[in-house]
């Protein structure tokens, strides 16, 4: 067994901390400074099977026990989270990067959707028909498939785990996360704080590891369903491969979210709006709008013109640093990656009105910092405007018409978000109706959907028919059977013909 030092972050299996006995490890870093905080421990198949069959072990009591005590560790939670949140949300930005209203506003959203189980026993109703034949009564049942998986990006490592687990546990099933290597405390400090609010050790894990960790998660016959969300091809593969040896599954993938701004539009409102949703977290967040669509070259003069007024105006740094908006990117990988496009774009013939390469902050050289950039004239035929750039960089795509700024949204490869500023009830409401894309502001540039409705996309940034949260997450994490029953139970003799209400 390999002897880890004390700051190596290891798994949180059958209720305790427990270090890793892999002799892999990553590392985790302050996106601020650059430097190494702690060592992961990266989980390999022997430890995935350990955790599967202590999830085995563990589910079939919890989920004997009736589903007002389940809600009920739920609201604990929801109670402990709130009374740590101040802490939590440092760790969160320590790892992350992001501010700490940033890191609080992600933890709340993903509580919501744990008091959304505290109606859990409502949630859970089947259904039933009296006297569907004669003497039957028929009804259905949800019953939990068993033990989940769900494997988590690095860009909301509160928020997503928690989009996951309270519908997961609170509808009686064992689950097993697996975060993103990037940012790992704060998932295991979820998995103590369920503990603390009285879930049965071994219903929540936390395997912390790499792709090599999840192959076997995704391989282990032990496992029910895996829930996925991170970037497009890791998407693709994790739903392939999972359904191929017939897990259930769900797997989000990436985005590149519109807002097109018609000329009738409020543009202090609209740039306001846009400066949030395209630089807030430094980018990195699957709903931020990283294309503006100005309809009219008047209106792009006029949205460019506020754009660049505001963007001298954002402050970046440190979470801890007063009056931040933005804070650095998650890694160097990242940095180089997003600098590279940005290089790209000026190659491409984009008119970079802001370089955000040359940011420099004095005493966090070593730090990951982006400054915010924008394109103007970009094609979408360029690179910029094809990729998922996953930072701080919005692109201007100057169309000519409404119907020009539809077809470029309807037209991209991803479908997450999409927003309309527009004051013409009539251009919003066709715009709604007609966008092939999951989630749809009018007015609000994130559109994310509340905890009790359903989050997703469509087109390459979804696969898998479920949603995250709302009344689609109780269909995924449970199993439906009909049962029809007669009493008493009539003698009439065999009968081969087929059984009809008639
Ligand atoms: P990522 O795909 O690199 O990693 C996500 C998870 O998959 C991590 O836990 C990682 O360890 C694991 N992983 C990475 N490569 C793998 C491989 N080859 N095989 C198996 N597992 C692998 O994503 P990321 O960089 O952590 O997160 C950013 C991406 O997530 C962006 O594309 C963003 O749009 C997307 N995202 C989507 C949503 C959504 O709801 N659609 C929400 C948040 C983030």
New binding site residues.
Partial sequence: MNQLSQNTLGHFLEGKRVPGRSRRTGEVFDPATGSVTARLALADADEVRAAVESARKAQPGWAAQNPQRRARVMMRFVEFVNRDMDRLAETLSREHGKTLPDSRGEIQRGLEVAEFMAGLPHLLKGEFTEGAGPGIDMYSLRQPVGVGVG??????PAM?PLWMMPPAVACGNAFIL?????DPSVPLRLAELMLEAGLPPGIFQVLN???E???ALLDDPGIDAIS????????R??YARAAASGKRVQS????KNHLVVMPDADIAVAADALMGAAYGSAG????AISVAVPVGEATADRLRHALVERIERLKVGPFFAEDVDMGPV?TREAHTRITGLIARGVEEGADLAIDGRTLSLQGYESGFFLGPTLFDRVTREMDVYRT?I?GPVLSMVRAKTYEEALSLAAGHEYG?GVSIFTRDGGVARDFVSRVPIGMVGVNVPIPVPLAYYG???WKA??FGDLN?HGPDSIRFWTRTKTVATRWPSARSGPDFSMPTAR
């Fill in positions: 494997i988590t990006p690095f860009n909301f997503i697996k975060p993103s290597e990037r590891g790499d792709r960790t999840v192959r996925f969300v991170g970037s497009t091809p890791v998407a593969e994790i989000f993938g990436g985005a990195e967040r699957c709903m998650v998922e996953f997450n989050f997703g996309g940034s979804a995250q």
